[in-house]
């Protein structure tokens, strides 16, 4: 059974540091999408990750994978209060974008 | 404007009275997704459908159907809903061009079951 762990599950970031927060996962897959949630609301799209090696990045987000490690990380630059959401990695083992494995998800505050 | 439509937003029925979700979708894409999502759990996916008339089974099936006769709609069904089916649900579609591309979330269901 394929298991997506992300940790912290929970992270209170300083306005202007930077951090990095991580997805492990249990089997072998080639592809990580990473998508972010604000309370209340739907899910959006961050990254879209196809290979080991690939390195995303929009705005202060950085967003990479290792699929030796079945690691990814997202780094953030600088925090600042908008980044303040729910992130959550998902990993399709299949390769064809069918049964996706969500994380619980990463709460990150941003404080001044 | 493209986009996944899914109704109601809100919802509360009571044990065994069957209820539908719609979810509706105007990018011609091939492939949607149910998923649930319930606190300290993530994102868990009921069912998902690759083309018309395909659909398969998710992590947690159990208690749910689905149909795809159409590629814009794919309804989710409770034929016997339990109160263990309070979540938050989400309808998602993407292209499906070999799982290269995002998924394209609905704006929610709170389902609430007395």
């Known amino acids: 059974e394929l298991k997506v762990e992300q940790n912290p599950l929970f992270l209170s970031m300083q306005e202007g540091k930077n951090y990095t927060i991580y997805c492990n996962y249990s089997?072998?897959?080639?592809?990580l999408y990473w998508y972010r949630q604000d309370p209340g609301k739907s899910l959006e799209s961050l990254f879209v990750l196809l290979s080991n090696g690939a390195v995303k990045q929009e705005g202060r987000l950085m967003a990479s994978l290792d699929t030796k490690a079945r690691l990814s990380t997202l780094h953030i630059t600088a925090a600042v209060h908008d980044l303040s959401a729910t992130y959550f990695c998902a990993v399709d083992p299949t390769g064809a974008n069918s049964k996706l494995t969500f994380g619980k998800g990463i709460t990150l505050s941003v404080r001044p | 404007e493209a986009q996944v439509t899914q109704n109601p937003r809100y919802l509360i029925t009571v044990t065994g009275k069957k209820l539908t979700v719609t979810c509706s979708q105007n990018m011609n894409h091939e492939y949607m997704s149910w998923y649930r999502q319930d606190p300290g759990l993530g994102l868990r996916q009921i069912y998902y459908s690759m083309n018309v008339e395909v659909t398969d089974k998710g992590d947690v099936p159990e208690g749910y159907k689905v149909s795809r006769k159409e590629k814009r709609n794919f309804p989710l069904i409770l034929e016997s809903p339990s109160p263990n089916q309070t979540s938050l649900y989400f309808c998602a579609s993407s292209p499906n061009l070999g799982g290269k591309e995002k998924l394209f979330f609905g704006s929610g269901t709170q389902l609430s079951v007395l």
């Open positions: 089997t072998t897959s080639d592809r």
